[in-house]
T-cell receptor, first 113, second 113 residues
Framework: DGGITQSPKYLFRKEGQNVTLSCEQNLNHDAMYWYRQDPGQGLRLIYYSQIVNDFQKGDIAEGYSVSREKKESFPLTVTSAQKNPTAFYLC????????????FGPGTRLTVL | SQELEQSPQSLIVQEGKNLTINCTSSKTLYGLYWYKQKYGEGLIFLMMLQKGGEEKSHEKITAKLDEKKQQSSLHITASQPSHAGIYLCGAVLPLNSGYALNFGKGTSLLVTP
């Protein structure tokens, strides 16, 4: 079955540590995205990538980093520079503009202890 | 920047009742997506609207995009407990190449027996 997988589902991190969230898709989509969701808030765009080896900052990129070495994978690293990393992180992918919707993964809940 | 305002923020309805959720944009909408989210899970795509006056239905859920393309409504007929969740509208945000989605804060729906 085609889809987007995110791992782990729950992640705990100590302050000062970097942590990497995994996102894999087998939908053959060119574009991939990372969003952050806080309670009572909508989704905010962290980073996006339209093609392999290229990515752009979204609205709240500070304290985060990404890579796009393969079409199927778009990992997100939450660095120690992110002041308030506890949140629900959602990965999405989409075909080219105007052809279809964005498909979302099940999310990773990150908690900083 | 484009602002999306959803109303109401939360809604409690009795099973069998109809309800409407609104999504108002500060700018013209080039495409409007409706998603549903169960707490702690990813987003499930419901419908996409692109043309002014467009209306789409899926089972007991109907979404409309007004003629001026700055507001969309989601209407649920004869609500059921399975309709409970958070409903999010997302507006297409054109990027240099491709697009992302700009989301409202969501409407939380609870359906009581």
């Amino acid at each position: 079955d085609g889809g987007i997988t995110q791992s782990p589902k729950y992640l705990f991190r100590k302050e000062g540590q970097n942590v990497t969230l995994s996102c894999e898709q087998n939908l053959n989509h060119d574009a991939m995205y990372w969003y952050r969701q806080d309670p009572g808030q909508g989704l905010r765009l962290i980073y996006y990538s339209q093609i392999v080896n290229d990515f752009q900052k979204g609205d709240i990129a500070e304290g985060y980093s990404v890579s796009r070495e393969k079409k199927e994978s778009f990992p997100l690293t939450v660095t120690s520079a992110q002041k308030n990393p506890t949140a629900f992180y959602l990965c999405a992918s989409s075909p080219p503009w105007g052809t279809d919707t964005q498909y979302f993964g099940p999310g990773t809940r990150l908690t900083v202890l | 920047s484009q602002e999306l305002e959803q109303s109401p923020q939360s809604l409690i309805v009795q099973e069998g009742k109809n309800l409407t959720i609104n999504c108002t944009s500060s700018k013209t909408l080039y495409g409007l997506y409706w998603y549903k989210q169960k707490y702690g899970e990813g987003l499930i795509f419901l419908m996409m609207l692109q043309k002014g006056g467009e209306e789409k239905s899926h089972e007991k859920i109907t979404a409309k995009l007004d003629e001026k393309k700055q507001q969309s409504s989601l209407h649920i007929t004869a609500s059921q407990p399975s309709h409970a969740g958070i409903y999010l509208c997302g507006a297409v945000l054109p990027l240099n190449s491709g697009y992302a989605l700009n989301f409202g804060k969501g409407t939380s729906l609870l359906v009581t027996p």
